[in-house]
């Protein structure tokens, strides 16, 4: 006691050991932010289709998602969508939080880049808030690009990495960066239950066809017979995970216990954009050229997942061809460029 006030923190004991845990029957509230978006809403497909009889909450702001995404859920009792922007608080009754909300293409989130980092701090602090107060398990989607422009190849978890500070791509990747930082100090000193999942990049049905991303920019233009725009040289890689097995990382990464620590969860089989280039002509049309247009700036380049941790923690790796998860996709995208 000073001055008659009692100073609390220095005489708490950690919280872990006071707080119970969370009663968890077969049947979860879970919510989803960023639900309406291309991982999320593949996530939401899954949490509700799962015979344990989930609840979905979804909160998401519109920004680049969409309730199209989400069209076959309306209606049913166990799902809800909240139009919510989560860099503001929210009070809700759940089990799980999967903390998707935030733009993930370089072109949205480099638009407004003050509201992408507000989104990434402020909307992580916001759900890993209401996380604390319900006891729900928090898992964060982080992102590869935490690693930067990575100097060790392939990346595994314990690499810091190599981000510039003061780039246009660092909204997102310190966004991310404090998000995690932030996640691991409500676990450390708030007890929260977390999970950091470090997304690699991924693809599938239902990507916006604007996004401006590799995959969906390939896959479009294949289809519409336009020329391929291979940034630089194509010489710069990536490794591409199919939807279906991000969602079933993440899913396990959420329910496996005794997690200590953030997983990546990608396909380490890495192209570069050029051989990328050629998958998709081959399997989409073989008749488009390449452009070769203007490099970005501070553009990663290579990148591929260690996923020794996620193989020996979860028991999960991906199963899907890049060639045949790009022909799942192109059959979306030709619906939805064609009517
Ligand atoms: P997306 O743009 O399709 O989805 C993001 C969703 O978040 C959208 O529905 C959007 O409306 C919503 N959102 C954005 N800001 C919001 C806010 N302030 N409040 C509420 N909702 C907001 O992107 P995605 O590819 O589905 O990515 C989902 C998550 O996975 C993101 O956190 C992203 O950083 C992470 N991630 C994705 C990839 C990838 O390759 N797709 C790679 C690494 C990490
Ligand atoms: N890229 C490209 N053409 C495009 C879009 C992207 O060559 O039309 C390149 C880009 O330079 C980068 C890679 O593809 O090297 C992946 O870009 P994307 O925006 O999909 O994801 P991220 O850079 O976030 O991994």
């Known amino acids: 006691v000073e001055g008659g006030i009692t100073i609390l923190d220095e005489h708490r004991p950690p919280i872990t050991q006071n707080v119970p845990p969370p009663q968890r029957g077969p049947a979860l509230r879970i919510c989803v932010t960023g639900g309406a978006g291309f991982i ?3 996530l939401v497909d899954k949490l509700m289709s799962m015979e344990e009889g989930h609840t979905v909450i979804v909160v998401d702001n519109l920004f ?8 076959q859920w ?3 009792p166990r799902f809800e969508f909240i139009r919510h922007d989560v860099t503001f608080p929210l009070n809700l009754e759940v089990d799980q939080i999967y903390h998707l909300a935030c733009p993930a293409s370089p072109v949205h989130y480099k638009w407004n880049p003050v509201k992408t980092l507000k989104t990434s701090f402020l909307g992580t602090m916001q759900m890993l808030g209401l996380a604390k107060r319900v006891k729900a398990r928090f898992l964060l989607a982080s992102t590869s690009e935490i690693y930067g422009d990575p100097l060790v190849h ?16 660092s909204c997102y990747d310190e966004g991310k960066r404090a998000a995690e930082t932030l996640t691991m100090d409500y676990h450390r000193q708030e007890g929260v239950e977390i999970r950091i999942a470090r997304i690699f990049n991924t693809y599938g049905p239902r990507m916006s066809l604007s996004d401006g991303r590799v995959v969906s920019n ?8 336009e020329k391929l725009t291979v940034q630089g040289n194509g010489q710069q890689s ?3 995970c199919y939807v279906s097995d991000m969602v079933d990382g993440l899913i396990k990464l959420m329910n496996t216990e005794g997690i200590d620590g953030p997983v990546n969860i990608g ?12 998958i998709i002509r081959d399997v989409v049309n073989k008749n488009v050229e390449i452009d070769f247009v203007p490099q970005t700036q501070d553009d990663p380049k290579q990148r ?3 996923i020794s941790r996620a193989k020996a923690w979860l028991g999960w790796e991906p199963k899907i061809q890049v060639a045949e998860g790009i022909k799942k996709m192109a059959t979306d995208f030709r619906t939805r460029i064609r009517g």
């Open 64 to 71: 680049t998602g969409s309730k199209e995404n989400l069209a």
């Open 154 to 169: 392939p990346q595994a978890e314990s690499y810091w990495g190599n981000v510039n500070t003061l780039g246009v791509r």
């Open 304 to 306: 591929q997942p260690d």
């Open 218 to 225: 390939f896959v479009g233009q294949a289809i519409r017979g």
């Open 40 to 42: 999320g809403s593949h």
């Open 267 to 278: 396909n380490p089989n890495e192209f570069s954009i050029l051989e990328l280039s050629a």
């Open 74 to 76: 309306f209606g049913n």
């Open 238 to 240: 990536r490794s591409f």
